[in-house]
Each structure stands twice: as C-alpha cells, then as structure tokens.
C-alpha cells in the first residue's frame, strides 16, 4: 500500500511558477513510477509527467520545455516544477504510483493516487 499526498498548488499569474510536491508513504517508492497528470471539470484525467523508478522523465507535448520532474529518494517524495505557466495550465494536480516502466501515460494503469492540488492560472 502506497499513500500520497500532494502540496504546493495555488493560484498564480501566467508566466510564474509552481513547485508541487508528492509525498508517498508505505513500502517500495523507489521501484514506482510516478505520475502526475491533471483534470479540470467535465474533462478526463490528462497526462502530464512521469518519473520512473530509475529516474528518466517522459512529458506531455503541451508542457514539455515548462514542466519538471525529479524525485528525492531519501525523502520518498516526487516534485513538479512549473514554469512559464499558461491559463491552460489551471487544472487539479494529482500524482500517482505504478509498478513497471510501460503505460505510463495511462491513468487506468496506476495503482494509487494522491488527492489532488488545485493549479489556477491568472490571466
């Protein structure tokens, strides 16, 4: 059992940045992928970023260049760094952990999930 819970959302102008972070707790984080991916109403879970256990990064076309992913293995903790925020951007946040390096833009395939973080976006 893996819990995770994100921090560092909130409201911010187009341009700025976001640090948010993902605390896992429980056993195995370092073998988990984890994932970020964000929703906004009516709309399904989109992919954002991932990490995988051995730390290569994969990012969504739409954030590439902006978004960053790392992870602290000490501190079993997962973060997103946001720059060059867009209003586009404005979504809730949540990390998720799977097991295994594939489908790791597929939220289905994710065994736990955070709570979500709301991002707003000023324009």
């Known amino acids: 059992q893996v819990q995770l819970v994100e921090s560092g959302g909130g409201l911010v102008q187009a341009g700025g940045s976001l640090r948010l972070s993902c605390a896992a707790s429980g056993r195995s984080f370092s073998s988990y992928a984890m994932g970020w991916f964000r929703q906004t109403p009516g709309n399904e879970r989109e992919f954002v970023a991932v990490i995988t256990h051995s730390g290569y990064t994969y990012y969504a076309d739409s954030v590439k260049g902006r978004f960053t992913s790392s992870r602290d293995y000490a501190k079993s903790t997962v973060f997103l760094r946001m720059n060059s925020l867009k209003p586009e951007d404005t979504a809730v946040y949540s990390c998720?952990?799977?097991?295994?390096?594939?489908?790791?833009?597929?939220?289905?395939?994710?065994?736990?999930w955070g709570q979500g973080t709301q991002v707003t976006v000023s324009s």
């Open positions: 998720a952990a799977k097991p295994g390096d594939s489908y790791l833009n597929i939220p289905g395939r994710y065994d736990y």
